[in-house]
């Protein structure tokens, strides 16, 4: 949406949104578990150009993000622009175009490609023996079914990182049982300020002094910028430390020693994403919930064994695992100038210049794509400042000053070179296993400061292009 909404500003109407879904919102039209909130404070999880102050509370449910991107979409005329339920299956270049084709067999040209998929898109299915051989349900978060009661249900919950914590809190007043599967332990950090009601006279006064939303939203990014660099380059090691004395805390309220060293994670804060909950930890203390650190040794018709032996029979088996992160437009088949597959030019791990173009590739742009700063930071600034960036490349084309635009071999070769050289300083090469590392055990996310990929983003060096 952000693309489109630079696009039409500058007077491009020839363009078409594809959207496998069947509205906007991306992973908040498809996320729907109860407890889902936003762990980014909302009125800083906007469009710089399009804040706003309509929600209930600091960190608000999904539907309220979800009502945001329909109001943002509406408000710009984007539903003229877009195809619902048309899920791109290839993408060839050819003769200074692309040749898109959609899973129902449609196809278009285009002189711009850009791959906005977002990385909350695949999910993951851990790899379980049985899995498919449960009889209860067998349910994922990010395709929740809203008609699903469990009232008086036996749940069994495998994953254990944000989804869990905000899903646990949600479910446990309801389920007769509840077991949790951990596998690791997760830093769960409070809320500062914990999550307070907007009241409505305070939105009114948000509507009338726009300037003061907008003081307010910038400062929330700015505080929010200080803890993820704090965390990342904590050269003093002062914001690691505050953070795990809140952590500590935050623990030492869980009764149980037995239950409370389970729950203490090995790793330095922010090697995996840091979560938030104030909720999290009361709900795993109530007398229904059990929290189960044996591994799984395989999914039965009736429930989970451990590999202790012990089955633990369920009705429902939720699985909180996320997404494939790295997939990135995967699955679908893109052929570049030289006919390659992209599956095969990432097949040694996943790379890009500076999150948005791909060697071989001309004239495709990614927002979030390789080595984007995926943190706890707002991914909506991040996408802003890359659509900024890629919009001055992309623009050489649509003003006919160029037929194609593709990052240089040699350019992208010493910028991962130099990302490589500062990933060994950044806490996520600390030892822990996280998302943020590809398939190599490298973190796939910037190793430097939020403000420093800000820079970055403000205007390509032609230099590192290949101008056609």
């Known amino acids: 949406m952000g693309c489109a909404i630079k696009l039409l500003e500058a007077g491009h109407r020839n363009l078409v949104i594809y959207e496998k879904n069947k509205g906007v919102g991306g992973t908040w039209e498809t996320n729907r578990y109860p407890g889902l909130t936003c762990d980014v404070p ?12 309509e929600f209930s509370r600091q960190y608000p449910a999904w539907n309220e993000i979800r009502a945001y991107c329909q109001m943002v979409s ?34 278009d040209t285009a002189d711009i490609v850009i791959m906005a998929t977002g ?19 067998l349910i994922h978060t990010g395709r929740w079914d809203e008609s699903l009661d469990l009232k008086g249900k036996r749940v069994g919950v495998i994953g254990t990182g944000a989804t869990c ?20 332990a997760q830093w769960v950090a409070p809320f500062e300020g914990g999550n307070p009601m907007i009241t409505e006279a305070q939105r009114e006064h948000l509507r009338k002094h726009p300037e003061y939303l907008q003081k307010l939203a910038d400062g929330m990014l700015d505080k929010i910028e200080k803890i993820v660099d704090g965390i990342l380059i904590d050269t003093t090691g002062k914001t690691t430390q505050r953070i795990r004395e809140q952590c500590d805390e935050r623990l030492a309220e869980i009764t149980d020693p037995v239950m409370r060293n389970q729950l203490t994670p090995d790793y330095e804060p922010g090697c995996k994403r840091l979560i938030w909950s104030e909720t999290f930890y009361p709900a795993m203390q109530k007398d229904n919930a059990q929290l189960e650190t044996n591994g799984i040794e395989c999914i039965e018709a009736n429930g989970i064994r451990t590999q202790n032996g012990d089955l633990h029979e369920l009705d429902v088996i939720v699985l909180a695992t996320g997404y494939k992160m790295h997939d990135y437009m995967r699955p679908m088949k893109i052929k570049g100038d030289q006919g390659q597959l992209l599956d095969d030019t990432w097949a040694q791990g996943e790379f890009a210049h500076r999150g948005i173009m791909i060697p071989g590739y001309p004239n495709l742009f990614m927002v979030m794509g390789p080595n984007s700063p995926l943190t706890n930071f707002s991914v909506i600034e ?38 490589k050289e500062r990933t060994p300083g950044t806490i996520w090469a600390s030892g822990c296993n996280s998302y943020y590392l590809d398939q190599n055990g490298l973190p796939n996310v910037w190793p430097g400061s939020v403000a420093s990929y800000r820079e970055s983003m403000q205007s390509p060096d032609l230099n590192e292009y290949i101008i056609k």
Not at 42 to 53: D, L, N
Not at 85 to 92: G, H, Q, R
Not at 171 to 176: A, G, S, T
């Open 382 to 419: 991040v996408a802003e400042w890359q659509i900024s960036y890629f919009l001055q490349l992309a623009d050489l084309v649509l003003q006919g000053k160029a037929a194609s635009v593709a990052p240089n071999p040699e350019a992208v070769q010493k910028f991962n070179d130099q990302l």
């Open 165 to 184: 914590t905000q899903l646990v809190p949600a479910i446990i007043d309801d389920v007769e049982q509840l077991v949790l599967f951990q596998r690791t």
């Open 119 to 137: 990385v909350l898109r695949n999910l993951n299915y851990p790899d379980i023996e049985g899995l498919s051989s449960f009889e209860g349900t």
């Open 42 to 53: 909302a009125i800083a999880y906007t469009y710089s150009f399009e804040r706003s102050c």
């Open 74 to 107: 509406d408000k710009y005329g984007l539903k003229e622009f877009i195809q619902f339920e048309k899920e791109i299956s290839e993408a060839t270049y050819s003769n200074d175009q692309w040749l898109v084709k959609t899973s129902d067999g449609a196809s």
